[in-house]
């Protein structure tokens, strides 16, 4: 008896694989690239060096816990809107904010930069939702984003492969005793030098999306009549 297997067209079919972005990728593909996985070790929380010691900050959302799954809304299932976010706990001397959203388990040697903000006000105490320019939403007005990972200064909605398993989607929020006089829209290393000189303290939460392997398996009928015999 043989099998057939079929895509789904539902919500976790393969939506949109354009560019190059190598997260937007089959389901066979995400089965091979199973083992292959950037890390938690390699954000820029994890590997900007900072003291330890440092002050922490409290950074949480309303739409989703820490290392809970995103609502589909914010990712590319959804109208991939950037999700709302706020925090408390800055230490004294905070003089601007930079938020950098990165996937730990893309498929590729570097986490994905999924959005960048930077010049973020310290009292403004949060993020609303769909602040970051994606698609068909222009975001906030005066907000400075930087580049993602698709060389866009827009949030970037997570788009994980099918059956890839979970991907770590981290929020990372850093406070800077000065603000840095960036370029327009600048990218992870220009914004990871400005945080290795200026970061007082830094917080992190943890979002998750996965996509199962969303093939359908079903029975191939045998042929009727006389070919059934043959």
Avoid at 141 to 157: D, M, T
Avoid at 158 to 180: E, I, M
């Amino acid at each position: 008896m043989s099998w057939l297997l079929l895509r789904p067209t539902g919500c976790f079919a393969a939506q949109r694989y354009t560019g190059t972005m190598l997260e937007k990728l089959p389901e066979v593909i995400g089965h091979a690239l199973q083992g292959m996985r950037a890390g938690l070790d390699k954000i820029v929380f994890n590997t900007l060096g900072m003291r330890q010691g440092m002050a922490s900050i409290a950074l949480s959302s309303v739409a989703f816990a820490d290392h809970a799954p995103l609502p589909s809304r914010y990712t590319a299932d959804g109208e991939g809107l950037s999700p709302p976010l706020q925090w408390t706990g800055l230490p004294a001397g905070t003089e601007s904010l930079v938020l950098v959203v990165e996937d730990a388990d893309s498929p590729t040697p570097n986490p994905l930069v999924h959005a960048i903000v930077v010049g973020l006000q310290p009292a403004e105490g949060k993020l609303d939702e769909a602040a970051i320019p994606s698609r068909d939403n222009a975001g906030a007005a005066g907000l400075r984003v930087g580049r993602n990972s698709g060389l866009q200064a827009a949030w970037l909605p997570p788009d994980p492969p099918p059956g890839h398993g979970a991907h770590r989607y981290a929020f990372q929020l850093f406070a800077l005793d000065d603000t840095p006089a960036f370029s327009t829209a600048p990218g992870r290393d220009e914004v990871f030098d400005a945080l290795r000189e200026h970061a007082l303290a830094s917080g992190l939460l943890i979002g998750t999306c996965e996509r199962p392997d969303g093939s359908i398996k079903i029975k191939k009928a045998a042929p009727a009549g006389p070919l059934a015999t043959g």
